[in-house]
């Protein structure tokens, strides 16, 4: 891991009331500070439910450790540090990033950092793993998985040697991290780190959304966040800090055919790894649906003088790396695809608030440029938040819960799916349990949000919020009206309150009444697609 001592074309091809909690650290992409947006957007609780049982394969580690750091250098010495490691999910739960971090030995000593990105290649059937460390100039690709009862992950170095990465001895609380190096292409193995982690108290474990605050799950994004970049950047830090913030993207994708494609979304960068690395996370946009597809982490090599850069993009299981920096007026990178063909990514016409991305392919080893991708960007500015009223901002988060559901209520079990409709000003819920269908639809109307019911009972209640002034926090609908209701005395939902804690989890609690008696129905649903 180096503490102290497949390339592709970009990005993203490939009185009665109801109560709804949003989540805040998740699946929300509303943020007040620029210097927080990328933070926000990359932030994930759970994994995505496409991962199904490779999920478990690092959810396990999720949470904190405290770790006894051995290093064995070549000349028979060992060196012993402490410090901790932090692993947490992100890209809507499609990844988890983990960072490593050893503490100074010496009064005025900065501490070791770095960082690793892994998700499961559902082509190729292995996880993938891209390990950075700045202040060694270290960027490693390694693949692999469970081997038995340890997880083996392999790759190469820059040097060219072999490298194999273990994790062993796993237990709940504890696991044995090892480091080995092959000089003789896999013949003989030297034992270079080994690394014992101890889950720290209270790390790990579920918690309410009233304590969302301090899940534990959320540890790695909380350390990882940097508002500002590290001195030991110099002037190389401006060449990306200008770009810190949210920006709205337009994108046309170009085929050698001639044929072009378009997709519109936001792109969010932000310092983070104390402030080592520039990482971002592109947004793809469908209506009010919004899907994290990639990540960059870009920090500058002194060693070579030039920024490194590697792209991470879980849904198409794409890595690119590139390598470069300013070149008059512009930001140059360079890289080489899959098929050995060079490429190359450049920030063009830069200004405060808009700038020109472009993404270009060459087939004859660099003599002439195909144009990919072009890509316009601009600032998102508080102004241009503004332009949208609190409600539709409100109804966007909700419209996060767009997919299936499955849940039970006591022994009985429920299922709900989530679309957009009428040109996505509507949100329809399809709630199924037993033989019962109903329907719930989500609507904006002025500064307000409308839920209709349309029950199995006949019936039709209707609830509508107060103006909303905070979209942050819980939305109360109050009863406007119920149709269709033969006698007061029939059965008729009263009221729900709907928790979504994070994108994975979700719970409703409905409230009836029926003769004058009051009752609630409690389901908690997970996400299946």
């Known amino acids: 891991m180096i503490l102290t001592g497949a390339a592709t074309r970009l990005i993203v091809m490939a009185g009665i009331a109801v109560t709804i909690m949003l989540p805040t650290a998740s699946n929300s992409l509303a943020t007040n500070n620029p ?159 080994e690394h014992h982690m101890t889950r720290r108290v209270g790390s790990g474990s579920s918690v309410s959304s009233s304590e969302h605050a301090s899940d534990a799950r959320l540890d790695m994004i909380r350390m990882l966040g940097s508002s500002s970049p590290s001195p030991s950047l110099g002037s190389q830090a401006k060449l990306f800090d200008r770009f810190v913030g949210a920006w709205d993207l337009d994108c046309t994708f170009y085929d050698p055919k001639g044929n072009t494609t378009r997709l519109v979304g936001e792109w969010r960068f932000g310092w983070a790894l104390d402030g080592k690395i520039e990482q971002d996370v592109i947004v793809e946009r469908h209506g009010s649906e919004r899907i994290a597809r990639g990540t960059t982490l870009r920090f500058f090599d002194a060693k070579v003088g030039k920024w490194r850069i590697v792209w991470i993009a879980p849904p198409t299981g794409n890595v690119a790396k590139l390598a470069g920096g300013a070149v008059d007026d512009r930001i140059v990178l360079e890289g080489i695809d899959v098929d050995r063909s060079p490429f190359r990514w450049s920030f063009n016409e830069i200004q405060p608030n808009s700038f020109l991305w472009k993404g270009e392919i060459s087939a004859d080893g660099g003599k002439n440029w195909r144009l990919e991708q072009e890509m316009h960007l601009a600032r998102q500015t508080a102004t241009s938040a503004a332009q949208k009223p609190n409600s539709v901002l409100a109804f966007e988060r909700l419209s996060s819960m767009v997919g299936e559901w499955r849940g039970t209520e006591n022994a009985s079990e429920a299922r709900l799916s989530y679309r957009l409709t009428s040109d996505g000003t509507a949100l329809m819920e399809d709630f199924q349990a037993g033989k019962d269908e109903m329907i719930t639809m989500f609507t904006v109307d002025g500064d307000h949000l409308i839920a209709t019911h349309y029950c199995s009972a006949h019936n039709q209640p209707q609830m509508v919020t107060e103006a909303i002034k905070d979209i942050s926090s819980s939305l109360v609908f109050s009863l406007s009206r119920v149709t269709g209701m033969k006698t007061p005395d029939d059965w008729h939902n009263t009221g729900l309150t709907l928790t979504l804690e994070d994108s994975q989890h979700l719970t409703q609690v409905w409230t009836y009444e029926y003769k004058g008696e009051k009752g609630t129905n409690t389901f908690r649903f997970v996400r299946t697609k």
């Open 35 to 193: 210097r927080t947006a990328m933070i926000d957007a990359l932030s994930a609780t759970g994994p995505h439910p496409s991962l199904g049982s490779e999920a478990r394969v690092f959810d396990r580690f999720i949470g904190t450790w405290d770790c006894d750091y051995t290093f064995y250098r070549d000349d028979g010495t060992r060196r012993n540090v402490k410090g901790e490691l932090e692993f947490g999910w992100i890209l809507d739960g499609r990844a988890i990033q983990d960072i490593w971090i050893s503490y100074p030995t010496e009064p005025g000593k900065e501490r070791g950092i770095g960082t690793t990105v892994r998700f499961f290649d559902a082509r190729s059937k292995t996880w993938r793993v891209i390990f950075v460390s700045p202040s060694y100039g270290a960027l490693i690709e390694m693949k692999g998985g469970e081997e038995g009862s340890r997880i083996v992950l392999r790759g190469v170095d820059d040097e060219g040697s072999a490298l194999r990465w273990t994790f062993n001895d796993i237990t709940p609380n504890a696991f044995v991290w090892r480091g080995e190096k092959s000089r003789d292409g896999g013949k003989t193995w030297k034992l270079e780190e």
